[in-house]
């Protein structure tokens, strides 16, 4: 397990590109036949993915980082298949995942396994995972049955619709709030008008991407903005001070997950354009 720490927004004024990459962008995410995991500071997330293709690949815990026998001894996890077709079996029952099928699983789970229908088609699962203090049920959700806000127009280059999962008036968890972004064809800026939300922090993943396309993803405090180049497939840690928002050379899709003080998806603080520098 990779482990995160948290950074001063004075701090990061000083990083150079490397230092931005190392701190805050996660690479390497999907490795075939393993579970791998980020263990960030901020509000404890774990982030993680798995991808089994010739091999069942199970959840388990880094007992010296977690202090835990079991990774859901004291959390929950939200998981989307980015993937081909797959399932994930909890303590014995089995849940067919196809494409961003989210799926919650609730504190106390003891045994988390993945697996695919098609090793030449695998089914890819990320993870975001956060601490719990009370069981929800686990819920399986498709694209259609989740929450859908349609945003932005193709003249201001940001069309898009909004699928929430894991939020209060769909499924329920403890802290962890959980969906996915999907910008319609044309359109390649997402979250502008921008914002923070100093309650909580953030993590993108980005996928869908064209092959040889990138998202230049900004983040930073409003009036020091910096930014990261990110592929497909790659997430970025975003902390609590910092804006959130990228554009791509293409249209892509990404997942949000959030943790911290509060689940209103609406609390943020509005940044306008004309303040960013």
Known sequence: MEIRYASHPQEVKAFDTSRLRQEFLLETLFVQDQLTLTYSHVDRFIIGGAVPVNQAVKLEADTK????????????????????????????TAYDMESKDCLYIGLGAAEVVFTSADAASPAKFYLNSTPAHKNYPTV???????????????????????????????????????????????SNWNTMPCHTHNRRSEVYLYFDMQEDGNVFHFMGEPQETRHLVVRNEQAILSPSWSIHSGVGTSAYTFIWGMAGENQIFEDMDAVAPQDLR
């Open 140 to 186: 399986k959700a498709s694209i259609s049955e989740a929450s859908p806000n349609h945003l932005g127009a193709l003249n201001t280059n940001n069309e898009r619709t909004i699928y929430r999962y894991i939020h209060t008036g769909g499924i329920q968890s403890c802290q962890l709030v959980m969906g996915l972004t999907m910008l319609k064809p044309g």
């Open 65 to 92: 980082t977690m202090g835990a026998a079991t990774f859901l001894e004291r959390r929950e996890i939200g998981i989307i298949n980015v993937g081909g077709r797959g399932t994930v079996t909890v303590d014995g």
